[in-house]
């Protein structure tokens, strides 16, 4: 199983960025899919999960109305679009993957990507 996250990169306050999460190793459509990020010096915390139909997404509090999870099962793909970022979105994104329904604990999942570095300066 390995996921790949990529599209982290500077950008200004109020700017956007797409990240991308590929996905290989799971039958996709069964694969419930969740986006963490880790800011320097603090703990990981949740952003946004999604189901395996797409249907079910949840969102941090903090994201809620700013970030859209998608993914696109033709393509084994999860996106996390991010709009109006803030300084206090800049992390290490990482996506992760449990085969099943999805949660916005960190402990529900079974595969982890490596980071992408996201940077909103101010």
């Known amino acids: 199983v390995q996921l790949q996250a990529s599209g982290g990169g500077l950008v200004q306050a109020g700017g956007s960025l797409r990240l991308s999460c590929a996905v290989s190793?799971?039958?996709?459509?069964?694969?419930?899919v969740g986006w963490f990020r880790r800011a320097l010096g603090k703990e990981r915390e949740a952003v946004a999960a999604i189901g395996g139909g797409g249907v079910l997404r949840d969102y941090a509090s903090s994201v809620k109305g700013r970030f859209t999870i998608s993914r696109d099962n033709t393509k084994n793909t999860v996106y996390l679009q991010m709009n109006s970022l803030k300084p206090e979105d800049t992390a290490v994104y990482y996506c992760a993957a449990v085969f099943g329904i999805p949660t916005l604990s960190d402990t529900r999942y079974t595969y982890w990507g490596q980071g992408t570095q996201v940077t909103v300066s101010s």
């Open positions: 190793g799971l039958t996709f459509t069964r694969t419930g």
